[in-house]
């Protein structure tokens, strides 16, 4: 099992990002997805989240309006389209997949908004 992110690094406010995990080694079509992100001197938190089929997401109230999760199943990958970045969305943002009780984590990728 793997997931690896891919797309963070520097970007000034107000800017944009689009972050990308690749899955393989489960059948990636069968797990909700989301995205944590862990920010400096903080706790791991749970940013966006889409079923299996992709028909239903849910945001932190923190980046609604501002982020977006999709996937593509024939690619088995999860996307994280990040816009109007702010300063404190800065963190190290993991891909999550769970399945019942299964969850399976990335090593994460680093975003940091600043000027």
């Known amino acids: 099992v793997q997931l690896v992110e891919s797309g963070g690094g520097l970007v000034q406010p107000g800017g944009s990002l689009r972050l990308s995990c690749a899955a393989s080694g489960f059948t990636f079509s069968a797990y909700v997805m989301s995205w944590y992100r862990q920010g400096p001197g903080k706790e791991r938190e749970l940013v966006a989240t889409?079923?299996?089929?992709?028909?239903?997401?849910n945001y932190a109230d923190s980046v609604k309006g501002r982020f977006t999760i999709s996937r593509d199943n024939a690619k088995n990958t999860v996307y994280l389209q990040m816009n109007s970045l702010k300063p404190e969305d800065t963190a190290v943002y993991y891909c999550?997949?769970?399945?019942?009780?299964?969850?399976?984590w990335g090593q994460g990728t680093q975003v940091t908004v600043s000027s």
């Open positions: 889409i079923t299996s089929a992709g028909g239903t997401t």
């Open positions: 999550h997949a769970q399945r019942g009780s299964r969850r399976e």
